[in-house]
């Protein structure tokens, strides 16, 4: 029996239930709908890839070149656009903006501790603590004017500082509102790489997590920040950690596995595509989210993902790098069965696409019957 | 403050990204290889690394039921083959 997709059979039991339907005609409408859905499938053997590719690139063309848009009224820059889906699609590691929405469970929802929660989370490194660097060189010393003021507003420890400079050996330790430096080594080029790495040194809140914004999201307060590290997110009391996602998609592989990967794949694509009002149909998409995870991890699209692994030697040298694939496939013998689409067309025969996929199988008679000889 | 490490790993398959998993007996398993005509090495893969088959507690050579929430089709159902990395 040939079945419905289960959202289709539930549109149709719903439409049948409002209209009052009765069952002899709700199984015409079940018919007539399968007979339209079997038409609009893909035939067996039907290049459905390059349906997809067309499908992706035309609108891609259409993208502007405008690479950054502020996600809601003010705040944080994020890459969108064509930058955004060569990021996803050529899978890398670490996208130029990577991104979190952080939501937050019910019975945190109200304004004063969601901001609290993103207090927290923010990095804060010693530079965001100090009003002023005085470079000491009779003394040999670093002096850093700490600002009290905002220490006990983001409930930070002056006394905790100086544990947590660890640069080339320095010592440090506390004067009144100064914080000294001592480098172990006495000499000038020394102090000033120390100098501006004391000011990196982490405080507190989240590492990498730079900027942090909440926003109101559907009636509900949300937090977006700049950076990413999921891990460490999920661990904080409040975080509605079934929903807090990220933008990078090697992330959500780490944490969360591949099919949650897959699903990232395609709701970024998504998001940036409709962000740019073009319109592709998902199943595309899902598509090419489903080729690049089928080994288990995510693998690009293109030189160095799946189009630089695939098995004939004549496409990957008809795709890029030709020389290089040539070169290798004759030092290891490599042989080309010619059994894919691309290295048919290329030698002139029928490709394996469509009605050329099939062979005829015949019975051929031992013996011709009497009559014909 | 912290919950530890262990609230994040249970919330792992509560995860609205993460769709079900479930191992498929022997028996469930080649019924499914003789009605598709293939063997196991067919089938799209998952790492034993991945954080969901580490969860589940899925081997290698298991094969997993992945029932995905589709937004054209409601739900769709996957199948992988669980390889050592």
Redesign the interface.
Known sequence: MYNLPTKIQEEILKYTEENKISEKQQQQIIDAVTKIHKMSTYDPQEPMGVVAAQSISEPATQMTMRTYHFAGTAGIQVTLGLPRVLEIFDARKEPRTPTMTIYIEKSHQTLDRVRKIAENIKEVKLRDLVKSTILDLTELKIKYKLDLERLHALDVDEKKLSRLVNVRNAVAELAGEMLHVIPKKKDITNIHKIKFGVLEAHVKGIKGITQVLVTKEEGEWVINTLGSNLKKVFEIEGVDATRTTSNNIFEILDVLGVEAARNAIIKQTRFTLDEQGLVVDPRYIMLLADMMTTEGNVKAIGRYGISGEKDSVLVRASFEETKKHLTSAAIHGECDLLKGTIENIMVNQVAPVGTGAFDLVGKIPQQLPEEEK | ?????D??SM??L??????K?EILSDEEKNELFTKLHITKNDL????DS????KKIGAKKDDVLR?T?T???????IYF?LV?PE
């Open positions: 403050m912290m919950y530890g490490y609230k994040m919330d792992l509560q995860h609205e990204l993460v769709p998993h799209p893969k998952i790492l991945d954080s969901v088959v992945i995905r589709s937004s054209t089709a409601g739900t769709a992988r390889i």
